[in-house]
């Protein structure tokens, strides 16, 4: 499961960059995509474009523990769009517990008004 743990500074410098199989909502693994802050320092331009080239997630530890994730741009963009999701969803269902709720008539009704009103000024 992802999330596990960070594996124990006797192994991170020996981690490997290594391609996991596809899990569903989870392509890091934390034991294969550890590395140590010394070894981005070391490799940081060949560490960059692997994590480009493979769509990979390192995360990025010292001795106190994580420190920072370096992903590729496009999951990025991808992570930041579903963290939005999950806010609207938060936010709708506190809306629902408080009983802010209109009918779908309502809610249609305002959609097309707020349409014919950007189509008016636009």
């Known amino acids: ?11 991170q410098t020996s981690l490997k960059f290594v391609r996991p199989k596809r899990r569903l909502g989870c392509k ?4 294969e995509d ?9 490799g940081a331009a060949k560490l960059v ?4 080239k493979e769509r990979r997630t390192l995360l990025l530890v010292d001795d106190a523990g994580a420190k920072a994730v370096l992903m590729d741009a496009a999951s ?5 769009n579903t963290v939005a999701l ?5 936010q709708s269902e506190a809306d629902v517990e408080a009983g802010r709720l209109v009918s779908q008539e309502e809610a249609f009704a ?3 008004r707020a349409i014919e ?3 008016q000024s636009g």
């Open 76 to 80: 990025y963009d991808r992570w930041r």
């Open 86 to 90: 999950l806010q609207l969803v938060a």
């Open 34 to 42: 550890v590395k140590t802050i010394s070894d981005l320092g070391e």
């Open 28 to 31: 890091m693994r934390l034991q």
């Open 1 to 11: 499961m992802c999330g596990e743990g960070v594996a124990s500074s006797a192994t």
């Open 110 to 112: 305002r959609a097309e």
């Open 49 to 52: 474009r692997t994590v480009a």
């Open 117 to 119: 009103k950007a189509a």
